[in-house]
């Protein structure tokens, strides 16, 4: 019995330190607007320099690369758009996917997610990303363009 219990005791602390391993990748980069109109702005914020008409509430541009650990199957507010939780660096990090946005398919729980674009307050006071490009699932997908 003891051999046993030392087993699922090993198994279970090999599982946990692979989640925590898949977990802890990713990257969540920030970039101010302010900053975006200047030559030393990087690559990875061409989505947010090429998204000319947003309101004065898009302060910062933002990337979140990660792993899918939930996505919202029911919209509560009715407003259409979805919502995942992206783990990065094992930080849980918001991403709206607006009603909109013309990605197929929502990606699948454990799925890589890399999306781009800006900073939101979401109906629950926190912080969100909605995304002005999306690699997901295979596919790569941009925002509709806005003010133009």
Not at 33 to 39: E, F, H, K, T, V
Not at 55 to 65: I, P
Request: charged fraction near 20%; include cysteine; charge should be positive.
């Amino acid at each position: 019995m003891r051999r046993i219990l030392l087993g699922v005791l090993a198994a279970l602390l090999i599982a946990a330190a692979v989640a925590g391993v898949v977990l802890s990748r990713g990257t969540f980069e920030t970039y101010p607007r302010s900053g975006l109109a200047g030559a030393g702005a990087p690559a990875w914020t061409a989505p947010c320099r090429a998204d000319s008409g947003v309101g004065r509430d898009h302060t910062t541009c933002v990337r979140v690369a990660g792993r899918v650990v939930w996505i919202q199957k029911h919209d509560p507010d009715g407003d259409g758009d979805r919502h995942l939780i992206v783990i990065t660096r094992l930080h849980p990090r918001i991403v709206k996917v607006p009603r909109d946005f013309p990605l197929r398919h929502l990606p699948s729980l454990g799925s890589w997610v890399d999306a781009t674009g800006w900073v939101v307050v979401g109906a629950s006071g926190h912080n969100e990303l909605e995304p002005r490009l999306m690699h997901a699932s295979g596919e790569v997908v941009r925002a509709p363009v806005r003010g133009r």
